[in-house]
């Protein structure tokens, strides 16, 4: 017996593959900001500011000391040291 099978035609999986790449290649660059380039994180634009206060319980100022002590453990923990 005979096989009829349909011939392989490999220029039509080709253009298909094409045609999918393409899909592809409209979807990850036309499709949000519009630019080709990452949207960057916290830790890659440049990191985050915060100001903090210091108060005391009795409302009046803390000491130069105090809030060098303040200072050096608060960067301690930042910086995991």
């Given at each position: 017996?005979?096989?009829?099978?349909?011939?392989?035609?490999?220029?039509?999986?080709?253009?298909?593959?094409?045609?999918?790449?393409?899909?592809?290649?409209?979807?990850?660059?036309?499709?949000?900001?519009?630019?080709?380039?990452?949207?960057?994180g916290i830790?890659?634009?440049?990191?985050?500011?915060?100001?903090?206060?210091a108060r005391?319980?009795?409302?009046?100022?803390?000491?130069?000391?105090?809030?060098?002590?303040?200072?050096?453990?608060?960067?301690?923990?930042?910086?995991?040291?």
């Amino acid at each position: 017996m005979a096989s009829s099978s349909a011939p392989v035609h490999p220029a039509r999986y080709l253009s298909v593959f094409l045609l999918l790449l393409v899909g592809v290649y409209l979807l990850v660059f036309l499709t949000g900001d519009k630019r080709a380039a990452p949207k960057l994180g916290i830790d890659l634009q440049g990191g985050t500011r915060v100001t903090l206060t210091a108060r005391t319980p009795d409302g009046s100022r803390p000491s130069r000391d105090a809030l060098a002590q303040a200072q050096q453990i608060i960067s301690a923990r930042v910086n995991g040291l």
